[in-house]
């Protein structure tokens, strides 16, 4: 039987010896194509089966019911790649590509979904099914402009502008980078879960807030350039001004009406990006020092899952802690740390289980209490539900309380 080769990559230690690696998760990453690829065949067996509507269930419950199947079947992946082959892993083009192609193949599922949904005659729960599937679909390529969008170069920066045009997610990169890697962790930053928060209620406070702190800092990008915020170098009005072609192309195309599909559909790809932001910082809180400044964001500071199949679909993004500390470090070389707050399933279980209040604060509550050591004073609350909350974990750490 024939192997495929991998790649060795080498490096220098601390000591100076040499070190040779080869990473076994190198083709892996062709697993991220299993998702794209079931939501583009569900589509060949709907004219397969005659137009049975009950293929357009297949991508919201890939999604939301076998993407934690998998997970949990594949279980977790904890290895690290030896830091003396982090730059020479980190400047291999290979894992690039995987990025860059992924935001294409996005791009062609929604172009194709949009296709489907205005030449086929589909029952309103079928629509339904593709707003939250397909849009769940888009908003995941967000994982892929994140990544492009940390780095410098114009052409990653160009096809991370380019896949957020999908959904119109326009300010996210500029606000990502410089509002939400700042206030992570911190009661200032709209985009960090507070413990006791449901998502619906996150949802209102994150989406308005980034949108409205993503447009300041484009304004303050423009200014330092000499041009105003109205102008065609707007990277975030760009964006927009996609969108609203998307919808305009695509009303002369297919008529009107499929505006029905695709305004909540790209409501729904930015609710897929709440959803992610819900979850990775829930509860977690940067302590103020004395100076009046928060403490540097550490691994401890987001919630961190090693679920293999999640994992490559996403590009680590599930290696949330090491992102947020080394923010350039590339997805495939990023790290798991044996003393991080740790989710119990990959993002798209979290998801499922967050949509249902009740059971989210079942699940993780208690965990944003471990993690403090039981001092609700060192977690990020909901003011609103503070006073329950206090009267449920109490106002102090155990020890404090002992003390006194």
Known sequence: MTTIPLKTFSGTADDGSKVFYTDK????????????????????????????????????????????????????????????????????GYYRFHVHIRVYVGIALFLTYVWFVGTQDLPWWSIIALIIGVGAASGGIMTMTHELGHK?????????????????????????????????????????????????????REISGTVKRGLMHEKKRLAAQGRGFWSIHNDVLQVYAAALITFVVASVLFGPWILLFLIPHHAFGWYALTQANYVEHYGLLRQKLANGKYERCQPKHSWNTNHTFSNMMLFHLQRHSDHHAHPQRPYQVLRDFPDVPALPTGYGGCFAVAAVPYFWYKMMDHRVMDWAGGDLSKVNVDPKHRARLEKKYGSQSPVAAAAE
């Open 25 to 92: 998760k190198r083709h892996l990453w062709w697993l991220g194509f299993f998702g794209p690829a079931l939501i583009f065949a569900s589509i060949w067996a709907h004219f397969a089966s005659g137009g049975n509507p009950i293929f357009t269930l297949v991508p919201a419950l890939y999604i939301y019911g076998l993407n934690p199947l998998i997970d949990y079947f594949m279980g977790e992946d904890t290895h690290n790649p030896p830091e003396a082959v982090v730059e020479d892993m980190s400047s291999d």
């Open 152 to 204: 410098s170069n114009k052409w990653d920066r160009l096809s991370a502008k380019i896949g957020n045009m999908i959904i119109g997610y326009g300010h996210f990169n500029i606000e990502h980078n410089r509002g939400h890697h700042t206030h992570v962790s911190t009661p200032e930053d709209p985009a960090s879960a507070r413990m006791g928060e449901s998502i619906y209620r996150f949802a209102v």
